[in-house]
Structure formats: C-alpha cells, structure tokens
C-alpha cells in the first residue's frame, strides 16, 4: 500500500526543508517518492537548486518533485468537474476559469484531488506533501468534507452516496458505493470528493507530520493545529522540532535564547507525549541544496522510523449503551468553554472557534437526540438519548 505523510505548520517554521528531507530519504532507501508542493509560493526549486515546471520532474533514482500548477490541472486534468462546481455557483462567477479560481479554497481543493489521482494510479510508493502554512492547510483539508456537506444540502445526491460520506455510518452500516458509470458530472464530483476524504483520513495511508519551533507562538499555534486537525478526524503521527540551538554555543548572546528553547522544549514533550517526537538542529547556513538536505537525513531522519505510519488517536467512534449511542471525538488541546455543540436533523455540529464541524448521524440516530456532553481526558464524550433529550451541557 501507498502512504501520503502531509507536513504542516506556521509559517516559514521548515516545512519545506524537512518534507524534502524527507523526500530525499526515501528515495535514498530505494522507495519510489514524489514530492509535492500545494503551497502557491513554491520554493522546492530553490530548495533543490532546480527549475520546476508545471508537471513532475525526476530529480534522482527514485525522486520525483512535482510542484502543483491549480490553474494547469484545473484545465487539464478537471475539466468536467470544473464545469461541475461551475453548474453550482452563482452566475456572476462566469464563464472564465480563473475568476472560478478565485472561490477560496477551489484552487487547492483541485491540487488535493490531483494527489488523490497520483496516490490511485499508484505510481509512487511514497508522497511527500509539503504545505501552506498552518491556516490554508486546515481549510485545504477540511474543504472535502465541507464541499460535500454542501452538495449533500444543495443537490438531491443519492441517498446511499450520502450515507456513505461518514466514515462512521460507513463502518456501521458497510453500504457499497453507488456505480460511478451511471452518476452525473456532479454526482461524479461528489463521488470523487467522498474518495479523497477517505484517503485523507485513512489512518493506514496518510499521516500529518507538524513542525513547529520552540518558541511560546509557534508552540501555541503547533497545539491548536493539532486540535484542529483531530476536529477533523485526521491522524497526526509526528512531530518534528526545528531550529534547535546547539547547547555549547558559547556566546551570552544566546543565553537568553538557550533558556527560551529550553522552556518550550520541555512544553511540547509534555504536550506531545503520544507523538513521535524528532529534533532537528538549527544550521549554521540557510538550507539549499543537496548537501543541506542529506544533513538533515543524517542528523536526523536516519535514526528514526519517519515512515512507519503509527495510529495516534482512536477514529471517532459510535457506541451502544446502556442510555443509547455515545458519540467520542478524540478532541486534545481545546478549552471546554470553547466547545459549542448542536444537532440538526441529520448532523451533529461541533464549533471550535472559528471552525465548524458537521459530523453526519447514522440514520438509526435521526431518532435520537443529544441529552448530555461532556469533556474528559482529552475526549468529547456525546450522549445520545431516544426521544425528546435535554440540551447539550
Ligand atoms: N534547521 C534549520 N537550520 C537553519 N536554517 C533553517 C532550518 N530550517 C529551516 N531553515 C531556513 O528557514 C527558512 C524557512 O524554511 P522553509 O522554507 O523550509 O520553511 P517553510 O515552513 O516551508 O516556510 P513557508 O511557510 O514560507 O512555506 C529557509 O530559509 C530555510 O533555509
Ligand atoms: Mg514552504
């Protein structure tokens, strides 16, 4: 089987740099890799010392680097589900594909799909993704499940694929997919949206790494990253600190700062203690070429297992009781009082902040309602009751 490992991460904390490092190892092991980049300001050319173009390139035996052109795929590789989405938005987005492009998020949303079709024709063993920074990478990874949500309200979307789009009511009820000869461009565009939302959150393929720095901002943001990315259901297996001082640097200059990467250091080993934890040195010189990379493989990615993908966090299950069904949503990270919970007709709506979440009920739940919540060792435990329930606490 194939894996996809995503890094992600705020901005210019060293995604770029360890993805390729990444990259650059497994093609060493003689695994056949692509690198990929989704992040419009691309710099693994620079990176590599090379120019890229607008379809992968072999770089050595074994390594592809691909940096992903939204607008060239969009025409090329999307042109009936471009149309599709088209059908759906208003008319004053008309007919030009690149004023289509600027619907936030369509352009990435397009760069995922393309992953989603290398990962099915199974050219690579191994995709490296290298992204946005942190903000654009959430709503990259969350907009399948969105858009679909969408498509499910908007378009009278067959029953059976509806159900099908939760991965819990998928392993409850183990439905079949619906033929995909027979469906119409949109169905098709759902269709194709469900698939990449699967592979996304198969724990089995696709791994998010975080990078982040010890420094009390980037730490902050590296938690709500992760709480975010569970949200999601998605399954973070790594952590990579970056930029790390070496301990007998010698110059009181850097006291102060030795204390601070200390501080922090200590902080995300305690924060992080379920994930693979990997320390990479902060270098003398920018990282640029070859030798920059292999340096990091050496240093660090050599004496770990990065590619073993390991399951963190249990998948957010469904389970009978003695009360009805209880809901758990592995959920680390999050302040209780931010935590607002509701339930439509066919959803539970879980909002954090600045995002929602719609987690579709098995249909045997339609007939029950939340009747209590809470939240206890890094879970969100929902209480389902039959009939008329009290309000979510
Ligand atoms: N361990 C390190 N030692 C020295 N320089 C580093 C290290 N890690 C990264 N850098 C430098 O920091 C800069 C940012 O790194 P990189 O481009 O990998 O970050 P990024 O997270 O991909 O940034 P962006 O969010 O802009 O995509 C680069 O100039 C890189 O050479
Ligand atoms: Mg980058």
């Known amino acids: 089987m194939s894996h996809i490992y995503i890094f992600t991460g705020k901005g210019g904390v060293g995604k770029s740099c360890i993805?390729?490092?990444?990259?650059?190892?497994?093609?060493?092991?003689?695994?056949d890799t692509l690198l990929v980049s989704t992040d419009m300001a691309h710099n693994l050319g620079d990176i590599f010392e090379t120019k890229l173009g607008s379809e992968p390139i072999n770089l050595m035996e074994h390594l592809d680097i691909y940096e992903i052109d939204p607008n060239t795929i969009m025409e090329n590789?999307?042109?009936d589900m471009t149309a599709a989405i088209k059908k759906m938005l208003p008319v004053s987005y008309g007919e030009n594909i690149q004023?289509?492009?600027?619907v936030p998020g369509m352009e990435e949303l397009f760069a995922l799909l393309k992953i989603a079709k290398i990962y099915q024709a199974n050219t690579y063993e191994r995709i490296i993704v290298d992204c946005a920074p942190t903000g654009e990478t959430l709503s990259l990874l969350k907009f399948p499940e969105l858009l679909s949500w969408y498509m499910e309200k908007l378009f009278p979307i067959g029953k059976v694929a509806v159900r099908v789009l939760s991965p819990i009511s998928k392993q409850m009820f183990?439905?079949?997919?619906p033929n995909k000869v027979a469906m119409n461009d949109i169905e098709k565009l759902y269709y194709e949206l469900f698939q990449l939302q699967e592979l996304l959150k198969d724990r089995?393929?696709?791994?998010i790494r975080l990078v982040t720095i010890p420094e009390k901002m980037v730490v902050e943001e590296t938690k709500r990253n992760y709480m975010y990315m569970n949200l999601y259901n998605f399954n973070v297996d790594g952590i990579y600190i970056n930029r790390i001082l070496p301990k007998d640097i010698n110059n009181s200059f850097f006291d102060q700062w030795l204390a601070i990467q200390s501080t922090y250091m200590d902080e995300i080993k305690q924060s992080f203690q379920a994930l693979p934890m990997y320390?990479?040195?902060?270098?003398?010189?920018?990282?640029k070429g070859i030798n920059a990379i292999v340096r990091i493989c050496n240093d660090v990615l050599e004496k770990g297992n990065v590619f073993t993908q390991v399951e963190?966090?249990?998948r957010e299950t469904f389970e009978t009781n003695d009360s009805g069904y209880l809901l758990k949503v592995h959920l680390p990270f999050v302040d209780k009082k931010e935590i607002d919970l509701f339930q439509t007709n066919t959803d539970v709506v879980l909002k954090i902040g600045n995002f929602k979440r719609n987690i579709p009920l098995p249909n045997v739940l339609r007939k029950y309602m939340i009747a209590s919540a809470?939240?206890?060792?890094?879970?969100?435990?929902?209480?389902f009751e039959k009939g008329e329930g009290a309000d979510a606490q």
């Open 19 to 31: 993805s390729s490092a990444h990259a650059y190892m497994s093609a060493r092991q003689g695994i």
């Open 312 to 314: 963190i966090s249990n």
């Open 174 to 177: 183990k439905v079949s997919l």
């Open 279 to 287: 320390r990479v040195p902060w270098y003398e010189e920018e990282i």
């Open 77 to 79: 590789d999307f042109k």
């Open 374 to 383: 809470k939240y206890e060792q890094d879970c969100l435990y929902i209480q």
């Open 204 to 207: 089995e393929v696709t791994s």
């Open 99 to 102: 004023e289509f492009g600027m």
